[in-house]
């Protein structure tokens, strides 16, 4: 079946860096681009961007430049976000979806997130 | 600024009908279409609703969405227990060139 599998909870300190991974599978994964969110504690969701998997271009939203980074490896249907120099406000869960159709941008919205991993709990502290 | 408001919450008892509001502007709302999401306790949003008013396969009729304007609402009719959650709306936004999701509405079943 088409699901998202996302890697464990990591507890980290200030200034750290982490590494998430998304890996995907029952589907095409080039077909796909892979959209990233996050979720602070008790809060609402936020977009973070998407990327392209056909050619690895990121879209990054506003809040989400620089220190995050969204990369492939497409021989293992993977998507990763790292996020770096993190703080205590990083802290927070972070979902990959798949846009249902195809593309993370204004074009493809319309049609949805449809597939969602299970979110991996990012704790910043010292 | 560019923001989408909901209501913190809603109630309704079982079998009733709640609408959900979600409220924007010209740049997100009133160009592009708008989804809903159902969000259960420790999990991952599932979609509920996307293009303004169209549902995935699996998600019940008892789920309606609508859009007029700048705004657009959720229904939910013969409210069940389980449909107490929290439900998000989600637009693009063209000054913000990415997605607007709403704060989010708690529905409570009475």
């Known amino acids: 079946q088409v699901q998202l599998v996302q890697s464990g909870s990591e507890l980290k300190q200030p200034g750290a860096s982490v590494k998430l991974s998304c890996k995907a599978s029952?589907?095409?994964?080039?077909?796909?681009?892979m959209i990233w969110v996050r979720q602070a504690p008790g809060q609402g969701l936020e977009w973070m961007g998407w990327i392209n998997t056909n050619t690895g271009n990121p879209t990054y939203a506003q809040d989400f430049t620089g220190r995050f980074v969204f990369s492939l490896d497409t021989s293992v249907s993977t998507a990763y976000l790292q996020i770096s120099s993190l703080k205590a406000e990083d802290t927070a869960v972070y979902y990959c979806?798949?846009?249902?159709?195809?593309?993370?941008?204004?074009?493809?919205?319309?049609?949805?997130?449809?597939?969602w991993g299970q979110g991996t709990t990012v704790t910043v502290s010292s | 600024q560019s923001v989408l408001t909901q209501p913190p919450s809603t109630s309704g008892a079982p079998g009733q009908r709640v609408t959900i509001s979600c409220s924007g502007s010209?740049?997100?709302?009133?160009?592009?279409?708008v989804n809903w999401y159902q969000q259960l306790p420790g999990t991952a949003p599932k979609l509920l609703i996307f293009?303004?008013?169209q549902r995935p396969s699996g998600v019940p009729d008892r789920f309606s969405g609508s859009k007029s304007g700048t705004s657009a609402s959720l229904a939910i009719s013969g409210l069940q227990s389980e449909d107490e959650t929290d439900y998000y709306c989600a637009a693009w936004d063209d000054s913000l060139n990415g997605v607007l999701f709403g704060g989010g509405t708690k529905l409570t079943v009475l």
């Open positions: 029952g589907y095409t994964f080039t077909t796909y681009g």
């Open positions: 979806a798949r846009p249902r159709g195809g593309g993370g941008g204004r074009e493809y919205h319309h049609f949805g997130m449809d597939v």
């Open positions: 293009n303004n008013n």
């Open positions: 010209s740049s997100n709302i009133g160009r592009n279409a």
